[in-house]
């Protein structure tokens, strides 16, 4: 099994009273066993480190964590009643969990932490995190712009001069979004003809994870659609907040564009500038002030947004 459901709709999916309930759409979940693998592995957790993790939700990960640093862990979870069972069934198996049920973006309780896991994407590390990482202490999170599937992983540490530094990694696996944040709208496509190019850019595979994570903050606001109805020659879709839309053949053969943008000939841009930074699937992460800058070689760096809202491309 690799993902375990404990809310539907809201509902504890394991309820005394009803039994287990199969129907309704998950609201909580476990993460894959991917993915905790990889975070245990960022981490790189000792005997003895103080631990949070932040979106809780199962307590899982913290159980693991309580196991390799034999001390108890803390948990922050927004729902209350995750947080709640998530106490219970720590307690039940004797493993050292303290849940407490906050919203995470607001701080987190008590620290230093020497080991900080965010198990929600965020479009930049917040600082109520970074504030609380001890010297020597390692945090990880996705970041995402909001575009599914275009996430990548934080890894960042305070070093003994308490300078922050990391990278950021374009990865297979990445968290969903924190409570109450949608995803990038899809409007709706136009009723007007398209634009039509033709011998245009070969879209790149989506496992080229560097590329589409560049594309994501390059082009803020861009996403891929799936349709339920996909055509028959699996075209790619791209839409923009502002309405812009590309159809793309798989081939590279033709390129359809709606809207006040040629979404596709920006995308053939971004690649250009990917291709000659050495087409990158890390990056470097600074920190300046409160700003985070993303560096992926020459022509390649970008800041993520801040407090200021700054979503620049320098
Ligand atoms: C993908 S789950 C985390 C999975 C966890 N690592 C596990 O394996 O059980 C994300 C969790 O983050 C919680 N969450 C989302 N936004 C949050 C916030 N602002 N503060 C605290 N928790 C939040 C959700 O309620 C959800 O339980």
């Given at each position: 099994?690799?993902?375990?459901?404990?809310?539907?709709?809201?509902?504890?999916?394991?309820?005394?009273?009803?039994?287990?309930?199969?129907?309704?759409?998950?609201?909580?979940?476990?993460?894959?066993?991917?993915?905790?693998?990889?975070?245990?592995?960022?981490?790189?957790?000792?005997?003895?480190?103080?631990?949070?993790?932040?979106?809780?939700?199962?307590?899982?990960?913290?159980?693991?964590?309580?196991?390799?640093?034999?001390?108890?862990?803390?948990?922050?979870?927004?729902?209350?009643?995750?947080?709640?069972?998530?106490?219970?069934?720590?307690?039940?198996?004797?493993?050292?969990?303290?849940?407490?049920?906050?919203?995470?973006?607001?701080?987190?309780?008590?620290?230093?932490?020497?080991?900080?896991?965010?198990?929600?994407?965020?479009?930049?590390?917040?600082?109520?995190?970074?504030?609380?990482?001890?010297?020597?202490?390692?945090?990880?999170?996705?970041?995402?712009?909001?575009?599914?599937?275009?996430?990548?992983?934080?890894?960042?540490?305070?070093?003994?001069?308490?300078?922050?530094?990391?990278?950021?990694?374009?990865?297979?696996?990445?968290?969903?979004?924190?409570?109450?944040?949608?995803?990038?709208?899809?409007?709706?496509?136009?009723?007007?003809?398209?634009?039509?190019?033709?011998?245009?850019?070969?879209?790149?595979?989506?496992?080229?994870?560097?590329?589409?994570?560049?594309?994501?903050h390059l082009?803020?606001?861009?996403?891929?659609?799936?349709?339920?109805?996909?055509?028959?020659?699996?075209?790619?879709?791209?839409?923009?907040?502002?309405?812009?839309?590309?159809?793309?053949?798989?081939?590279?053969?033709?390129?359809?564009?709606?809207?006040?943008?040629?979404?596709?000939?920006?995308?053939?841009?971004?690649?250009?500038r990917?291709?000659?930074?050495?087409?990158?699937?890390?990056f470097d992460?600074h920190?300046r002030?409160?700003r985070q800058v993303v560096d992926g070689g020459t022509g390649l760096t970008w800041q993520l947004?801040g407090?200021?809202?700054g979503r620049s491309v320098c």
């Amino acid at each position: 099994m690799d993902q375990v459901v404990v809310q539907l709709d809201g509902l504890p999916a394991v309820a005394a009273q009803r039994g287990i309930v199969h129907r309704g759409r998950p609201s909580a979940q476990s993460s894959g066993a991917g993915l905790l693998a990889v975070t245990l592995q960022d981490l790189r957790l000792e005997d003895g480190h103080r631990f949070v993790e932040v979106g809780a939700c199962t307590g899982i990960l913290c159980a693991a964590a309580a196991l390799i640093t034999r001390r108890q862990v803390t948990g922050v979870e927004i729902d209350p009643g995750v947080a709640r069972e998530a106490a219970v069934r720590t307690a039940q198996a004797g493993i050292g969990v303290r849940m407490v049920a906050r919203d995470g973006l607001r701080g987190l309780p008590d620290g230093p932490w020497d080991r900080v896991a965010g198990s929600f994407a965020v479009p930049a590390i917040p600082q109520a995190w970074l504030l609380r990482l001890a010297v020597g202490g390692v945090l990880t999170c996705t970041i995402s712009t909001g575009a599914p599937g275009w996430h990548a992983t934080a890894v960042i540490e305070r070093s003994p001069d308490g300078t922050l530094g990391g990278r950021l990694r374009a990865d297979t696996w990445g968290h969903v979004l924190a409570r109450g944040v949608p995803w990038l709208p899809v409007p709706e496509r136009p009723t007007v003809a398209a634009r039509v190019r033709s011998s245009v850019l070969v879209p790149p595979d989506f496992r080229v994870r560097g590329f589409w994570v560049v594309l994501a903050h390059l082009l803020p606001g861009v996403r891929r659609h799936w349709p339920t109805d996909p055509d028959p020659d699996s075209t790619v879709v791209l839409v923009g907040e502002d309405g812009s839309r590309a159809h793309i053949a798989p081939d590279g053969s033709r390129a359809e564009v709606w809207g006040p943008r040629d979404l596709w000939a920006e995308v053939e841009q971004v690649h250009t500038r990917w291709s000659a930074a050495g087409s990158p699937t890390e990056f470097d992460l600074h920190f300046r002030d409160e700003r985070q800058v993303v560096d992926g070689g020459t022509g390649l760096t970008w800041q993520l947004p801040g407090r200021d809202g700054g979503r620049s491309v320098c």
